[in-house]
T-cell receptor, first 115, second 112 residues
């Protein structure tokens, strides 16, 4: 059973803090993704990675960075948290093999509140 | 224009009803299509992939119309447990980095 684990379910941070969201997957997947989900907007892709030390910007990368030093771990960093980054953050992974039909597996999400 | 558009609903239906959701996508180069289901306060999970010829999985039928860039999901004999948000998902395949683009979701509420 694929497992994607996010380090926290709920986080409250202050404006200006540097925030780290961690994600670990145990299925040796090559692809990993970070999304944020907001009411009425659906899931929006922040960054993704196809391999260790590789990263690509998604649709809304501003204010975020990522790190993938090991295959199983993909970290999202908020350099200086702002209130408009209050959201649900979802990490996902998928295998590279069957690219066109690759199912994405999601972590349970981190609800981040920036005050 | 959003890349993937869905009617947000909510669709309120009685148990046993048949309900259909529609979704349109803007990228004609899209290669893969999916329906995901998301329960309240839970992560999205794959419900079914959508194949060009259409496909069925029990009470669920998915259809794809590439010419109109349109995807549908039909649920027959609705159950209370079908209540969830249904997300239409499109992927551009390798050329577009295999990104999954999500619609905002359609809320379904099945009532007894």
């Amino acid at each position: 059973d694929v497992k994607v684990t996010q380090s926290s379910r709920y986080l409250v941070k202050r404006t200006g803090e540097k925030v780290f969201l961690e994600c670990v997957q145990d299925m040796d997947h090559e692809n990993m993704f970070w999304y944020r989900q907001d009411p009425g907007l659906g899931l929006r892709l922040i960054y993704f990675s196809y391999d260790v030390k590789m990263k690509e910007k998604g649709d809304i990368p501003e204010g975020y960075s990522v790190s993938r030093e090991k295959k199983e771990r993909f970290s999202l960093i908020l350099e200086s948290a702002s209130t408009n980054q209050t959201s649900m953050y979802l990490c996902a992974s998928s295998p590279r093999g069957a690219l066109f039909w690759a199912e994405a597996f999601f972590g349970q999400g981190t609800r981040l509140t920036v005050v | 224009r959003k890349e993937v558009e869905q009617d947000p609903g909510p669709f309120n239906v009685p148990e046993g009803a048949t309900v259909a959701f529609n979704c349109t996508y803007s990228n004609s180069a899209s290669q893969s299509f999916f329906w995901y289901r998301q329960d309240c306060r839970k992560e999205p999970k794959l419900l079914m992939s959508v194949y060009s010829s259409g496909n069925e999985d029990g009470r669920f039928t998915a259809q794809l119309n590439r010419a109109s860039q349109y995807i549908s999901l039909l649920i027959r004999d609705s159950k209370l447990s079908d209540s969830a948000t249904y997300l239409c998902v499109v992927s551009g395949g390798m050329e577009y980095g295999n990104k999954l683009v999500f619609g905002a979701g359609t809320i379904l509420r099945v009532k007894s």
